[in-house]
């Protein structure tokens, strides 16, 4: 069975254990969901953050998660000067079937940045929430009202992403 590389990438809103944590382990979980990875078939984790994280290891996100008999390593990101700032990067080594044109990469938040190439059809990790206002009749009464709305968009082309994400008013 081939060995494949898997790449992601997320931002960390603050230098803390428990940000590094959390947005670490979520990236790992929508590798994983995207991928249909299991513990068994991952190889080897590399790890890198920029340099202006240094709370904790990302690794500390996989064992978490069960990933106990996997090598992981964590490194230094290059402190490129107009890089961005406060990322967690990973590139999973798995052992699949997978052909590469099938393998979904995984850059969440702010980071589909990174990869221009691949942001065409890049999946948004986090639900969003918007209010919209709803105008619509009923029984011969027009009615006006606001709904909260949360969705979760997978895989939306970037132009359509953008209306969606930007159409619904804010409060």
């Known amino acids: 069975m081939p060995v494949r ?17 959390s947005r670490t382990g979520e990236l790992l979980r929508a590798l994983v969901r995207a991928n249909r990875i299991r513990a068994d078939d991952v190889a080897a984790a590399i790890f890198s953050l920029t340099p202006d994280l ?3 290891f990302p690794a500390i996100a996989a064992r978490r998660m069960g990933w106990t008999d996997v090598p992981l390593m964590c490194a230094a990101e290059l402190d490129i000067l107009t890089g961005m700032k406060r990322v967690v990067r990973v590139l999973l ?23 221009p190439d691949l942001e065409a059809l890049q999946p948004i990790g986090d639900a969003i929430e918007r209010t919209a206002l709803v105008v619509g009749r009923e029984e011969g009464q027009h009615f006006r009202a606001q709904i909260r709305i949360r969705l979760r968009l997978l895989h939306v082309a970037r132009p359509a992403r953008r209306r969606l994400l930007q159409g619904a008013r804010e409060e």
């Open 93 to 115: 080594l798995v052992n699949t079937d997978v052909p590469p044109k099938r393998i979904k990469h995984q850059y969440l938040g702010k980071t589909p940045a990174l990869r």
């Open 5 to 21: 590389g898997i790449r992601g990438a997320i931002d960390v809103a603050r230098n803390s254990k428990e940000e590094i944590l």
């Open 54 to 56: 240094d709370a904790e």
